[in-house]
């Protein structure tokens, strides 16, 4: 078993930082591929960035791709998402998610272990 915690989220303003933390616990941390999602009320849940297990390897959907950046930190358990020129069609909860097995994959069910989310907003 992998328990994630979220943490980072908040109102920001258009143009705006933030970085988001996901503490996990439990089994090797280090063994699992990492992503982040979101999702707006009335959406489904959809992919945002993924890191491989030893950070080597990152995968970013198109609307993030130059402003995010997804890292992991193993010997703290974290994997972090940092979210730069942020855009009020950014604002959803953001989830964190483990996944078992090869590759960096952008499908939802193709993940584990969930968080429980944090939520960003951002204002225009």
């Known amino acids: 078993q992998v328990q994630l915690v979220e943490s980072g989220g908040r109102l920001v303003e258009a143009g705006g930082s933030l970085r988001l933390s996901c503490a996990a616990s439990?089994?090797?941390?280090?063994?699992?591929?990492m992503g982040w999602f979101r999702q707006s009320p009335g959406k489904e849940r959809e992919f945002v960035a993924a890191?491989?297990?030893?950070?080597?390897?990152?995968i970013y959907a198109d609307s993030v791709r130059g402003r995010f950046t997804i890292s992991r930190d193993n010997a703290k358990n974290t994997v972090y998402l940092q979210m730069n020129s942020l855009k009020p069609e950014d604002t959803a909860v953001y989830y964190c998610?483990?996944?078992?097995?090869?590759?960096?994959?952008?499908?939802?069910?193709?993940?584990?272990?969930w968080g429980q989310g944090t939520q960003v907003a951002v204002s225009s």
């Open positions: 998610a483990a996944r078992i097995g090869y590759g960096l994959l952008r499908g939802p069910s193709e993940y584990d272990y």
């Open positions: 890191i491989w297990w030893s950070g080597g390897s990152t």
């Open positions: 439990g089994r090797a941390f280090s063994w699992y591929a």
